[in-house]
């Protein structure tokens, strides 16, 4: 099955810095890449989602690369505020056009600092 | 829009005894959801994805007469952990989605804990 690795595990950065994470998947069928922020004891959230037929995509201050051949994407998050601060999971999964079972990476840990 | 419900949001019980957890769409027909846990610190494992009207297909490793699951409309979908343990204290969550959608819409959880 779908294996995903997410690094880092925690990740500091000050106020008005970038934050970068990435994650690596090893299903080369895997097609859709959505990104998810969990605040403490909260739902995941939707912020970013990928399909495998694009490279890039923006949203205001977050963007998510993806690259097939490595298998690897990742979130980048620019000009960081202190509400950005949560955990962010990655995850993959073999799309058909309908929700299929997604495979969550481990999580990073965000804190983003004044 | 999207909006997916569940109750309750936190359950305590002694050991033995058997929970059940209801996951609701509330403004769309979810045709599929899934069912995950999530210990403390740690990601999301999925439990089973359950289609409406059809039985749940359960995860490797996890226990299907343990862990029932009923989808029996297009808007509810039931959780019940049967003789819960204190191992199966967790924090449950669905989620949502509907036909031509890839995203998964999240319920806010339920924190149960097993005495």
């Known amino acids: 099955g779908e294996n995903v690795e997410q690094h880092p595990s925690t990740l500091s950065v000050q106020e008005g810095d970038s934050a970068v994470i990435k994650c690596t998947y090893s299903?080369?069928?895997?097609?859709?890449f959505p990104w998810y922020k969990q605040e403490l004891g909260k739902r995941p959230q939707l912020i970013i989602d990928i399909r495998s037929n694009v490279g890039e995509k923006k949203d205001q201050r977050i963007a998510v690369t993806l690259n097939k051949t490595a298998k690897h994407f990742s979130l980048h998050i620019t000009e960081t505020q202190p509400e950005d601060s949560a955990v962010y999971f990655c995850a993959a999964s073999r799309s058909t056009g309908t929700a299929s079972k997604l495979t969550f990476g481990t999580g990073t840990r965000l804190q983003v600092t004044l | 829009g999207a909006v997916v419900s569940q109750h309750p949001s936190r359950v305590i019980c002694k050991s033995g005894t058997s929970v059940k957890i209801e996951c609701r769409s509330l403004?769309?027909?979810?045709?599929?959801m899934f069912w995950y846990r999530q210990f403390p610190k740690q990601s999301l494992m999925l439990m089973a994805t359950s289609n409406e009207g059809s039985k749940a297909t359960y995860e490797q490793g996890v226990e299907k007469d343990k862990f029932l699951i009923n989808h029996a409309s297009l808007t509810l979908s039931t959780l019940t952990v049967t003789s819960a343990h204190p191992e199966d204290s967790s924090f449950y969550i669905c989620?949502?989605?509907?036909?031509?959608?890839?995203?998964?819409?999240f319920g806010p959880g339920t924190r149960l804990l097993v005495l």
């Open positions: 989620s949502a989605s509907w036909t031509v959608v890839e995203t998964q819409y």
């Open positions: 403004d769309f027909q979810a045709t599929t």
């Open positions: 299903d080369s069928a895997s097609n859709y």
